[in-house]
């Protein structure tokens, strides 16, 4: 079994404020690494793709992945209350075509 | 229109009854997935195809079958259907360039088994 770990939240930062989302893997061989935002009632949608050691910026997000702690994270700079929804961390499997998903943070942004 | 679309978006059927789920792409992807999402599980795969006529199992499959006659078209059916099959049900397809491969979405269908 893949596992792919989130804090369930809720986290709850105020309107301008850095959120930080975190993710931990189990399986060393993983090699893509994704975050999804799930808005109630939508289906999820890609905004982050992470492959390599370091930080990934694009816009107000910022995606960071260490390997050797199998860790990813997602920042999420100026938050804005849009950003409030379910965030999915997933993990692409060693043959690369299966995704294993974590259950999901909740984030809410406090105008 | 182009993507990923799934029908019906509703359904309540009841205990014992078979039910379809249908699944469209219009992309010619090669694997195709099924999820179902229930609160505190996240998102669990039930069955997986890599191509026409190649399905197999996923971590949920128990109560479903899949078949894929067509690369477009992925159906689930819901052979005797119970109520701890009542979830949001996706289909997923993957696309893959190079190294990377991205998962899409279609919108879910909401499942109510009564």
């Known amino acids: 079994q893949k596992e792919v770990e989130q804090n369930s939240g809720p986290l709850s930062v105020p309107e301008g404020a850095i959120a930080s989302l975190n993710c931990t893997y189990s399986?060393?061989?993983?090699?893509?690494f994704f975050w999804y935002r799930q808005y109630s009632g939508k289906s999820p949608e890609l905004i982050m793709s992470?492959?390599?050691?370091g930080d990934k910026e694009d816009g107000r997000f910022t995606a960071q992945l260490n390997k050797a702690s199998q860790y990813v994270s997602l920042l999420i700079r100026d938050s804005q209350p849009s950003d409030s929804a379910t965030y999915l961390c997933?993990?692409?499997?060693?043959?690369?075509?299966?995704?294993?998903f974590g259950t999901g943070t909740s984030l809410t942004v406090i105008p | 229109d182009a993507g990923i679309t799934q029908s019906p978006r509703y359904k309540i059927t009841e205990t014992g009854r078979q039910v379809t789920l249908m699944c469209h792409q219009t992309?010619?992807?090669?694997?195709m997935f099924w999820y179902r999402q229930d609160l505190g599980h996240g998102l669990r795969l039930i069955y997986y195809?890599?191509?026409?006529?190649?399905?197999d199992k996923g971590e949920v499959p128990d109560g479903y079958v899949v078949s894929r006659s067509k690369t477009e078209n992925f159906p689930l059916t819901l052979e005797s259907a119970t109520r701890s099959q009542t979830s949001v049900y996706f289909c997923?397809?993957?696309?893959?360039?190079?190294?990377?491969?991205?998962?899409?979405f279609g919108q879910g269908t909401r499942l109510t088994v009564v």
């Open positions: 997923a397809s993957t696309a893959t360039q190079g190294m990377n491969t991205e998962a899409f």
């Open positions: 399986d060393r061989v993983s090699q893509s």
């Open positions: 992470i492959y390599s050691n």
């Open positions: 997933a993990v692409n499997s060693d043959t690369g075509n299966q995704f294993y």
């Open positions: 992309w010619s992807h090669s694997y």
């Open positions: 195809s890599a191509a026409a006529d190649i399905t």
